[in-house]
Every structure is written in structure tokens, then in C-alpha cells.
């Protein structure tokens, strides 16, 4: 819920235009010109998710806003264009409508204005501490993380807290675990490898390694994937590697000579990476994020690790594979199965990276 206050000296309001783009049912009386003098105004949003914690939380705010500036007579202004989670029209009604009983309740005079129109309105405010006062209630950490979900589409707008994806619970409950260094971020990988070693029946590894450039203690993380692909013929490898820099296309090069029999019987499995910020390491049961710092010298390799994000829930890490297949692999060329099919992708991103650099020095010119 958000309020923009306003203390008045005078003011005045007026209905012109019903709105067309709400539910007519919930459009109010029209109101004629009303005109007031010192007095509390209050533009009000009611956002999604929004419940009596809220209105509570709101009427103790106008209590200390009255302790400020001395209590005063209320006008309540619906602006529904405050926020851009705001909640539907008949929960924003009924909200406003509760927080004006609860603060009359409270012995406040309050005027609610009408719901549903385009106002026109006029006020000159006092020029004191008071003058212009803006709040936001967010209610809980769900709530929050739920408004977000909401606005990138995760969940529908009318979705209750209750019923936030299993894997969102992993972010709000604080159970990531960040990694403050780089050798803290190659511990955790390779435990997460030793992990899969341990484990009994098929297990399957997620991988998107654009750190190739660096020394210790990447080798460490490295010889242990490679010790997999060797020894342990019942865990499959998806690898996907950014072929369009030099370092990491030889490096797939390398891997079709030295594991060709991995490769061709699918066990490891090579992709052209989409990305070039991060690095992932998943299994089915937790997920490796690592970022890089600004890379010491453009077109070696991403950067060196700066910290990482760790989880251990099978939930996330699932969500976070299909990311991995969706975004992360190049759907053109997919997974790659033959050294000629390698090379030939590896032209064609040279012939673009070239086709981009004459385009961006013709548009120099």
C-alpha cells in the first residue's frame, strides 16, 4: 500500500471522466466539486497482496503523522497509479473503504473521495516539515517476492502467498548460501562434484564454464570433472562452453580428441553457451551460481570469479536446469555431436563476431 500525503492549507476536487478500464461495478457515485481547508491528503494505492496487516500498519502511520503536524481532518484520494503492482478494483475498494472505517474508528474525520474517475483538483500546501509526507507499507518478505513474481509473469496476479513456486521459497527463506571468494566458489563446486561421485544410480551434471583462463584453483574443479568423464561412465556431463572466443573454442576441440568415446556415446555433451557473465555448475539436487569480476584483459575469458551463490534444494535446481536448456544453449546449433559439426559452428560465430565488427566500424564512420 502506498500513501502520498499532502498537508493543505486548501484544496478542492472534482470528477470529469469514469474511467473505462476498470470494473464498472465497482465505480462509485460521481461526486460534485468539494472544496477543503487544512486538512490531510492522502492519495492512496492499494497494491496486490495487500490485507488488514497493511491497514493496520497505515492507521498507526496517520496517528504519528498527527503527532507531527496535529491531527486534522482526512481526505482519502484513490490513485491507482502509484504503484505498479496495484490490486485489482474490488480489492482496492474494499481496502479503502476498511481503512476509512478503521480510522473514523479512531476518532479521525475522514472524506473519502469517489472511486473510479478521472479527477480534477487543485492544492497549496503548507511549507513546514510536515508539507509532503510519501509511505509504503511492503507487508512480509513473501509479499514482496511475490509482487515480483506476479510482474515477470512467474505467478498470475491473483495468486496467494500460499501459493508461491516451491523453488521461490529457497530466495525468501535465506537458504543461499553466498560464497565471499572465488576459492570458496571452487570448494563448493568441487563438492558438488565429489557429491555426484557418492551419490548411487544415473547422475547428471549441468555445466557452463566461461572461466577457462584462469589458473589455481579452477585446475582443481577441472581435474575433478575430468576424473568423472574418465572413471565414472554412469554420471552424464552437459558442458556448454562459449565458442565464439578462441580459449573456449580450442578447449572443445580438445575435449572431442581427448574423450571421444564419451562424447559419442553421449555421456559428455557439448553446446554453445548463450552467456558470457556467468558460470553454473547444477546437479538435480543443488545449483552453483558464480560471478565474475571485470575481466583483467578483454578476449581471454570472462573475468576472474568474484564470489558465488550455493543451494542445496531439488526444487531450485530443477527450475534452474530447464533455465539452463531454454537460455543458456544456443537452440540453433543445440547439442553438438561430432568434431566436423564443432567446427563448422566455430566458423560460423567467427563469420559473425566478423560481420558484427565491420558493421560497428562502418557505423563509426
Known amino acids: 500500500m502506498i500513501l502520498d500525503c499532502y498537508q493543505c492549507s486548501s484544496c478542492y476536487f472534482e470528477d470529469k471522466e469514469r474511467s473505462s478500464r476498470i470494473d464498472p461495478a465497482t465505480i462509485s457515485a460521481q ?3 468539494v472544496d477543503f481547508r487544512n486538512v490531510l491528503v492522502i492519495f492512496v494505492c492499494v497494491e496486490i497482496y495487500d490485507d488488514r496487516q497493511e491497514l493496520k500498519q497505515a492507521a498507526d ?3 504519528a503523522m498527527s503527532d507531527l503536524i496535529g491531527k486534522r481532518p482526512i481526505v482519502l484520494c484513490p490513485n491507482v497509479h502509484l504503484s505498479m503492482d496495484r490490486a485489482p478494483e474490488k480489492q482496492a475498494a474494499w481496502m479503502i473503504a476498511e481503512l476509512e472505517r478503521m480510522l473514523i474508528e479512531r476518532g479521525y474525520d475522514v472524506h473519502c473521495l469517489s472511486f473510479g474517475y478521472h479527477k480534477q483538483y487543485g492544492i497549496e500546501c503548507n511549507g513546514n516539515v510536515g508539507s509532503v509526507v510519501g509511505r509504503r507499507f511492503y507487508g512480509s ?3 514482496q ?6 510482474r515477470l509473469g512467474v505467478c498470475p496476479p491473483d495468486s496467494p502467498p500460499d501459493n508461491m513456486p516451491a523453488w521461490a521459497s529457497m530466495l525468501t527463506e535465506r ?3 553466498v560464497m565471499g571468494s572465488r576459492r570458496e566458489t571452487y570448494k563448493a563446486a568441487k563438492n558438488m562434484l565429489k557429491d555426484q561421485l557418492d551419490s548411487t544410480g544415473r547422475s547428471e551434471l549441468w555445466t557452463c564454464m ?3 583462463g584462469e589458473r589455481q584453483p579452477v585446475d582443481d574443479y577441472l581435474g575433478a570433472l575430468y576424473e568423472i568423464i574418465e572413471d565414472y561412465p554412469d554420471v552424464r556431463v ?3 562452453m562459449n565458442l565464439s572466443v578462441p580459449g573456449f573454442s580450442n578447449a572443445a576441440r580438445h575435449l572431442f580428441r581427448k574423450y571421444p568415446d564419451a562424447i559419442e556415446s553421449g555421456r559428455l555433451r557439448i553446446y554453445n553457451s548463450q552467456v558470457s557473465d556467468i558460470e553454473f555448475l547444477l546437479t538435480r539436487g543443488a545449483v552453483l551460481l558464480a ?6 584483459q578483454a578476449g581471454s575469458h570472462a573475468g576472474e570469479i568474484s564470489f558465488g551463490i550455493y543451494c542445496k534444494n531439488k526444487d531450485f535446481a530443477k527450475n534452474l536446469i530447464q533455465w539452463y536448456r531454454a537460455f543458456m544453449v544456443d537452440a540453433r546449433f543445440g547439442w553438438i555431436r561430432t568434431e566436423s559439426e564443432l567446427n563448422t559452428i566455430i566458423n560460423e560465430l567467427e563469420e559473425e563476431m566478423f560481420q558484427d565488427k565491420s558493421r560497428e566500424s562502418e557505423r563509426k564512420r
Open 31 to 33: 461526486q460534485s466539486r
Open 210 to 212: 566461461l572461466f577457462e
Open 291 to 296: 560471478f565474475p569480476q571485470i575481466p583483467r
Open 145 to 150: 517476492f511475490l509482487r515480483l513474481l506476479t
Open 238 to 240: 552437459h558442458r556448454a
Open 141 to 143: 518478505e513473501q509479499k
Open 61 to 63: 502511520e496517520f496517528e
Open 175 to 177: 537458504r543461499l548460501e
